[in-house]
């Protein structure tokens, strides 16, 4: 079964900086099976790229998907202040399977 | 706009069951496959079930098989899950979402809680 391991568990960044945050897989993954989503407080989570690199609809192009493989990464170019939230990834196999999480807060 | 409205969490005791609803609009419902997502308090996400567009394929996590059950009525535009001996580590929010593994759009879950 594919472990999917986020890191770092909690980043601490200010508006304006680059986030980078890594999604590796314990087995290859098919970039064509892999997606980030973001949640904020007490909100259902919401897609942001998926086929590894392909933004979901109306989300802005600051976001960006790379990887393949077992490393994947979700780059935020520069951070809006409605950015800090808790991202996930997720492949979609036949069983999807979502990472623990990252947790982007203001610093 | 896609909308997703879920309903029907609460508490149950232990051994219990409860059935949670999904009332679809603003896309062709019966068109795509649909599913639920759970997440318990403070902790992350994790897939539970998921239905083809037409009902006739029906997928379990290996947590919930034999105990879950979703079920659709694409006249009604809504998704089903019935779940039956329930356990403390259920207690989540379910969320309805629509695909059968992708997640393009997610309701605003329904929180249930298994306690006696």
């Known amino acids: 079964e594919i472990v999917l391991t986020q890191s770092p568990g909690t980043l601490s960044l200010s508006p304006g900086e680059r986030a980078t945050l890594s999604c590796r897989a314990s087995?290859?993954?098919?970039?064509?099976?892999l997606a980030w989503y973001q949640q904020k407080p007490g909100q259902a989570p919401r897609l942001l790229i998926y086929?590894?690199?392909n933004r979901a609809t109306g989300i802005p192009d600051r976001f960006s998907g790379s990887g393949s493989g077992t490393d994947f990464i979700l780059t935020i170019s520069r951070l809006e202040p409605e950015d800090f939230a808790v991202y996930y990834c997720?492949?979609?196999?036949?069983?999807?399977?979502f990472g623990q999480g990252t947790r982007l807060e203001i610093k | 706009e896609v909308q997703l409205l879920e309903s029907g969490g609460g508490l149950v005791q232990p051994g219990g069951s409860l059935r949670l609803s999904c009332a679809a609009s603003?896309?062709?419902?019966?068109?795509?496959?649909m599913g639920w997502v759970r997440q318990a308090p403070g902790r992350g996400l994790e897939w539970v079930s998921a239905?083809?567009?037409?009902?006739?394929?029906?997928f379990y996590a290996d947590s919930v098989k034999g105990r879950f059950t979703i079920s659709r009525d694409n006249s009604k535009n809504t998704l089903s899950l019935q779940m039956n001996s329930l356990r403390a580590e259920d207690t989540a929010v379910y969320y309805c979402?629509?695909?059968?593994?992708?997640?393009?759009?997610w309701g605003q879950g329904t929180l249930v809680t298994v306690s006696s």
């Open positions: 086929g590894a690199s």
């Open positions: 997720q492949q979609y196999g036949s069983s999807p399977l």
């Open positions: 087995q290859s993954v098919s970039s064509s099976q």
């Open positions: 603003g896309f062709t419902f019966s068109s795509y496959a």
């Open positions: 979402a629509q695909g059968r593994t992708l997640f393009h759009y």
């Open positions: 239905i083809s567009g037409s009902g006739g394929s029906t």
